[in-house]
């Protein structure tokens, strides 16, 4: 009989208050419940804390809270939460949103199944604030099409993976025994990214094309996946954002990680140089626009001063 891997979930908050108590009954809810609770509190100024130290007291399973000093910002509060892990399987999780009661049971269960598996992400259904759902998942918003998941299944991930958020980090879980290629996490990627990435480029990471919990938007949603512009257009957007150093600490990453990733890092290396091409033919085609606008600007001028009547 196939034993079942224990279970951390590592959960950062910043001015949690008004959803979090859901998204903590939802832990209880589960058909298998986590084994530990590792909360990272961004130092924030609400009842955050208060909330989860109550809810400490009664919780059916090993509750640890930590406060940072002062505000640390996203990425450096998760790397300490992950860290404080000390389970098997870690899945993060957000504060605002409400995870389905079979989750863990079943993206545990596939991970156990699959021994060479790195980690496991799954779908996510869009909700409201009032979790009302919005009518699409989060592949469905982030493009996450059937050719993209094959690739994705026949081990070709990093096409995919580097031009679009496809893995929601709340979404995910990874074995613990991948912390030292995935921390430190990078300052120039989102940790979802990153994550997904790197858990990729160390073997492979799995798919359950199911909506396993409700991904809730709100005024204060820092990613969110409300639907505002086309897919395609927000994925050109954030490939010309990004800088070199965004490949360069991914590169940087994969020489520690427990295999040859000479493809990897070859594919990270171009694209790479791919977006440094893009911006640079974005700046050059500004220097452009800006001449030719100087150029019929003073043209215009000249015109008209050449118009104009000689005084006697």
């Known amino acids: 009989m196939m034993s079942e891997p224990s279970i951390s979930i590592a959960m950062c908050v910043y001015n949690g208050e008004r959803y979090i108590r859901q998204q903590l009954d939802s832990f209880v809810a589960q058909t298998r419940r986590p084994d530990e609770l590792v909360v990272c509190d961004d130092a924030s100024s609400d009842a955050t804390a208060e909330i989860v130290a109550e809810f400490a007291r009664t919780a059916p399973f090993d509750v640890r809270l ?6 640390v910002g996203r990425i450096a509060n998760f790397e300490k939460a992950i860290s404080l892990c000390t389970k098997e399987l870690i899945f993060l999780s957000d504060a605002d949103d409400v995870w389905h009661a079979g989750k863990l049971d079943s993206m545990s269960r596939v991970l156990a199944a699959a021994p060479g ?3 496991v992400f799954c779908d996510a259904e869009i909700v409201d604030a009032a979790l009302k759902p919005l009518g699409y998942s989060h592949f469905d918003h982030r493009g996450f099409t059937p050719r ?8 070709d991930a990093f096409e995919p993976l580097l031009g679009s958020r496809i893995v929601q ?10 912390r030292p290629t995935l921390l430190p996490l990078s300052a120039h990627w989102g940790q979802d990214s990153w994550i997904a990435v790197l858990l990729a480029a160390s073997g492979d990471l799995l798919c359950v094309n199911d909506n396993l919990m409700s991904y809730r938007q709100h005024d204060a949603n ?5 639907r505002r512009r086309p897919a395609r257009l927000e994925r050109l957007a954030r490939k010309l954002r990004h800088p070199r150093s965004h490949y360069r600490d991914a590169l940087k990453a994969t020489m520690y990680a427990g295999r040859q990733l000479d493809d990897l890092q070859e594919r990270l290396a171009r694209q790479g140089e791919l977006v440094h091409s893009a911006r640079l033919r974005e700046a050059m085609d500004r220097r452009r626009w800006r001449l030719k606008r100087r150029r019929f600007v003073i043209g215009t001028l000249l015109t008209i001063l050449g118009d104009r009547p000689q005084a006697a």
């Open 66 to 71: 930590w406060t940072q000093p002062s505000n």
């Open 169 to 178: 980090g709340a979404a995910l879980a990874f074995r613990a025994s991948c």
């Open 222 to 226: 820092l990613v969110g996946a409300m």
């Open 117 to 119: 598996a790195t980690g």
């Open 148 to 155: 993209m998941q094959l690739q994705l299944r026949n081990g």
